[in-house]
């Protein structure tokens, strides 16, 4: 099917932004996406109906719960569980992790050792270490070529009988790259590993399928596809035994144990909005159906974006490229550096045409510290959503022409 970025876009009031005259571009996406005002909608609704807390005897209660087992199903939908009570939520997939490991590695020891990588996050890297700095496991890092598109190694060079777990990235929120999680999830299982997911740069770009995948934990973040601020967890039903720390008397079984705390009811409902909006977009007799299609049509459609902006870089000789740019997959997102120019003053000028990016290292210290860039002010992150624009590209490339 075909994507109609115009329909797509004329949903997102922040589009219609200007400054100086000019329209925003907002190619900050790999740092949170705007919102539809479907989700808007939704979450305005929920807070002038009225909502309580979970539990009581009394409709607003009753109807809290129905948008947070409204909000599993759409999660569960989205990223291809079989089962909604797989989905658990939390303020922010950094929270979550943290509270991840502290469950895995409860009976971790000297002895022991945990796989993380350079590609990753710091999201799905600290928690790590601070387990193994807890426990006195050994961490063995997986690394990346930053002369060969950024790409990971083969996880068989840190595998061992002594591995408890491989915590990767499905996408890297700096530079783009798509690691072969097959492969690695494959391997660390059969290494008996415990297998940890970032899926935050991954799900807004193309379709997730966590029961094929195979991997033990998956974890997103919806206001990077199109809705609120929160953090998904998804545990595999081999993992709902994990217990979290909690206080008493928190729920004792999967998915609320994880959920510590009072939900925000009206972002639960604006994630359930963001599926339903995307899906609107896709073809299908279900809602996964429906997602998978649409996220297929925006990979597409995405994917043309990129190709438009690697050809125009392409003849800007001051301007590196930190990545893939032969075909290999990726997300549209790109690190750059100008020749002379810092990227906190490439990042003002774009801004100044109205186009906003991000410079710095986006918590990917690994990344950046392994392209000599983490104390030399970073890079310049470039990312394309399935709103953006042939025009906004090439607005973006007139923008890097006049550095």
């Not at 009988?161 to 999680?181: E, F, I, K, Q, Y």
Request: aromatic share 6%; with cysteine.
């Amino acid at each position: 099917m075909t994507f109609d970025v115009e329909a797509f876009r004329a949903h997102f009031p922040a589009l219609s932004r200007q400054e100086g005259g000019e329209p925003v571009v907002w190619m900050d996406g790999p740092g949170g996406s705007q919102a539809p005002d479907t989700v808007i909608d939704a979450m305005a609704a929920v807070l002038a109906a009225g909502v309580s807390n979970l539990g009581g005897s009394f409709a607003a209660s009753r109807e809290a719960s129905s948008i947070v087992n409204g909000a599993r199903a759409a999660v569960a939908d989205l990223v291809g569980a079989t089962d909604p009570d797989a989905i658990a939520f939390g303020p922010s997939m950094t929270a979550l992790n943290l509270a991840l490991a502290r469950a895995v590695s409860r009976d971790w020891g000297p002895g022991d050792e945990l796989v993380v990588t350079r590609l990753d996050h710091d999201a799905n890297v600290s928690p790590w270490l601070l387990a193994a700095e807890r426990s006195g496991a050994t961490v063995r890092w997986l690394d990346f070529d930053p002369d060969d598109g950024c790409s990971l190694g083969s996880i068989e060079e840190v595998l061992s009988s002594s591995t408890r777990l491989v915590a990767v990235t499905a996408a890297s929120n700096a530079v783009g790259t798509v690691p072969d999680l097959g492969e690695i999830v494959g391997r660390a299982r059969e290494a008996g590993a415990f297998t940890v997911v970032d899926a935050v740069h991954h799900v807004p770009h193309r379709p997730t399928d966590f029961a094929d995948l195979g991997a033990d934990a998956l974890l997103c973040s919806p206001y990077k596809f199109y809705g609120p601020h929160a953090g998904v967890l998804a545990l595999a039903e081999s993992a709902w035994g994990l217990a979290p720390e909690r206080i008493r008397p928190a729920p004792s079984s999967q998915p609320g144990h994880w959920e510590i705390g009072t939900a925000s009811f009206e972002a639960l409902a604006g994630v359930t909005a963001a599926i339903e909006f995307m899906g609107s977009f896709g073809e299908g007799s279900s809602r996964r159906e429906r997602l998978v299609s649409a996220l297929s049509a925006m990979d597409i459609h995405t994917e043309s974006l990129a190709n438009q902006f690697l050809a125009g870089i392409r003849d800007m000789d001051r301007i590196t490229l930190h990545g893939i740019d032969d075909g290999r997959p990726r997300t549209p997102t790109f690190a750059v550096t100008v020749d002379g120019h810092a990227p906190a003053d490439v990042a003002g000028h774009l801004g100044s045409a109205g186009i906003q990016v991000w410079d710095g290292h986006f918590y990917a210290l690994e990344v950046l510290r392994r392209l000599g860039r983490l104390e030399t002010g970073g890079v310049v992150r470039i990312g394309f959503l399935a709103y953006q624009t042939e025009a906004e590209v090439d607005r973006l490339l007139e923008a890097l022409h006049e550095l």
